[in-house]
């Protein structure tokens, strides 16, 4: 065994991330295609919290992916995931904010977790596999 992923867990792999990542920006295009005020102030007013300010784009992401995993939400635990790898966030460091989520949410944080590390797999062995 060569310690590389097969062909087709690498390409499923890249399917998954290119999957969801095409997923939510067409359906974001869809739903602000929309001739809704409130609908695309609030996306406005989410992309203006994650930019840059007294607090820096990385943390504002960890600081989302814990709530992301508080709510219980697989699509933003996903988006932030990729986001905090974006950002330069470590394994080691999506980690503890994997603790952090786990001690503010509770035991039932962990199914989600689960599939946070599982999409954190899959973005590190897209990326190896790049």
């Given at each position: 065994m060569?310690?590389?992923?097969?062909?087709?867990?690498?390409?499923s792999?890249?399917?998954r991330?290119?999957?969801?990542?095409?997923?939510?920006?067409?359906?974001?295009?869809?739903?602000?295609?929309?001739?809704?005020?409130?609908?695309k102030?609030?996306?406005?007013?989410?992309?203006?919290?994650?930019?840059?300010?007294?607090?820096?784009?990385?943390?504002?992401?960890?600081?989302?992916?814990?709530?992301?995993?508080?709510?219980?939400?697989?699509?933003?635990?996903?988006?932030?995931?990729?986001?905090?790898?974006?950002?330069?966030?470590?394994?080691?460091?999506?980690?503890?904010?994997?603790?952090?989520?786990?001690?503010?949410?509770?035991?039932?944080?962990?199914?989600?977790?689960?599939?946070?590390?599982?999409?954190?797999?899959?973005?590190?062995?897209?990326?190896?596999?790049?």
């Open positions: 060569t310690g590389k992923p097969c062909d087709d867990h690498t390409e792999t890249q399917d991330v290119k999957e969801f990542t095409e997923f939510r920006q067409r359906m974001n295009k869809r739903i602000l295609d929309e001739p809704n005020q409130v609908v102030r609030f996306f406005a007013l989410d992309t203006q919290t994650y930019k840059e300010g007294a607090l820096d784009v990385k943390t504002k992401e960890m600081l989302g992916l814990v709530a992301s995993m508080v709510l219980r939400c697989d699509d933003c635990i996903s988006y932030h995931v990729a986001q905090c790898k974006e950002e330069g966030v470590t394994r080691e460091e999506m980690f503890e904010v994997f603790s952090v989520g786990l001690v503010v949410g509770g035991s039932i944080v962990i199914p989600h977790m689960r599939r946070a590390v599982d999409f954190l797999d899959t973005l590190e062995g897209a990326q190896t596999a790049e």
